[in-house]
């Protein structure tokens, strides 16, 4: 092969490789993106170890769309919408909202309430604009958490506009049982993890500017126990949970 046919096909290559790049970064910047659930936050609904993906254009864009925050929408969110109470959504935490923290982490909550809307947590129970939200007991069940186990009892809670999910409370009466009334502001919703007694969330950080969306949560593609790797295929069924490929997310 001549000088000049290896050099072209070495650019040919790395064309081939850019644009493949290029292409995973305007799916993951405007189409899909993959993220995983380190925590237990929003137990019973997702478990650690899932792994999702949330569409990026439900929401609309925002500077938090792109990789690192670039600020190539420095103002606001292009085809913003609103979302829905009941979503689960992902959506970066900056300094700002959290002075604790470092650097901007990513957070999966429900979305609670929208601006306008009060939200009061009393004795345990969630009132959305002065109304007791609905709960009904299903059953208790015991969880292993980092080696430790937890008692929780699981209710089915109904919000304002009709939408059902699962909810685990461990009682009603620990610190984040009984809150303030809080007002959304305009321009921010109001969040809240499904496992009700151990989630950070709008309760003690206050709600969170709709310009941090970063996308809804979809569907569940994996999801792992943490057992094994993904390429010992012959130990698939020990730690792959199969029950869970491709649940749609509520």
């Known amino acids: 092969m001549k000088k000049e046919e290896k050099k072209a096909g070495f650019?040919?290559?790395?064309?081939?490789?850019?644009?493949?790049i290029l292409l995973a970064i305007v799916i993951r910047t405007f189409a899909y993106e993959p993220y995983n659930i380190p925590s237990g936050s929003m137990f019973p609904t997702l478990l650690i170890g899932d792994h999702l993906f949330i569409s990026k254009y439900t929401y609309g864009y925002s500077r938090h769309s792109f990789i690192g925050s670039l600020p190539l929408i420095p103002h606001g969110r292009l085809f913003g919408k609103l979302p829905k109470i009941g979503d689960v959504v992902v959506f970066r935490v900056t300094p700002q909202i959290m002075?604790?923290?470092?650097?901007?982490?990513?957070?999966?909550?429900?979305?609670?309430?929208?601006?306008?809307?009060?939200?009061?947590?009393?004795?345990?129970?969630?009132?959305?604009?002065?109304?007791?939200?609905?709960?009904?007991?299903?059953?208790?069940?015991?969880?292993?958490?980092?080696?430790?186990?937890?008692?929780?009892t699981k209710y089915e809670e109904t919000l304002p506009n009709g939408v059902k999910h699962l909810i685990y409370e461990v009682d009603d009466m620990v610190k984040s049982d009984d809150t303030p009334l809080i007002t959304v502001p305009e321009g921010h919703f109001f969040a809240m993890g499904d496992n009700r007694d151990n989630s950070y969330d709008s309760r003690f950080f206050g709600a969170v500017?709709?310009?941090?969306?970063e996308g809804r949560a979809e569907i569940i593609f994996y999801s792992t126990n943490g057992n094994g790797w993904f390429f010992q295929f012959w130990r698939w069924p020990s730690f792959i949970r199969t029950d869970r490929l491709f649940n749609k997310i509520y």
Do not use: W
């Not at 650019?11 to 493949?20: H, I, K």
């Not at 901007?104 to 601006?115: E, G, T």
């Not at 500017?209 to 969306?213: F, I, N, V």
């Open 209 to 213: 500017p709709l310009t941090h969306l």
């Open 11 to 20: 650019l040919s290559q790395l064309c081939g490789f850019l644009l493949a």
């Open 99 to 152: 002075p604790s923290l470092v650097t901007s982490v990513d957070y999966i909550k429900r979305v609670i309430a929208l601006p306008g809307d009060t939200v009061q947590m009393k004795q345990g129970r969630l009132y959305i604009n002065g109304q007791l939200v609905e709960r009904k007991y299903l059953n208790q069940e015991e969880i292993e958490i980092e080696g430790k186990k937890v008692l929780y």
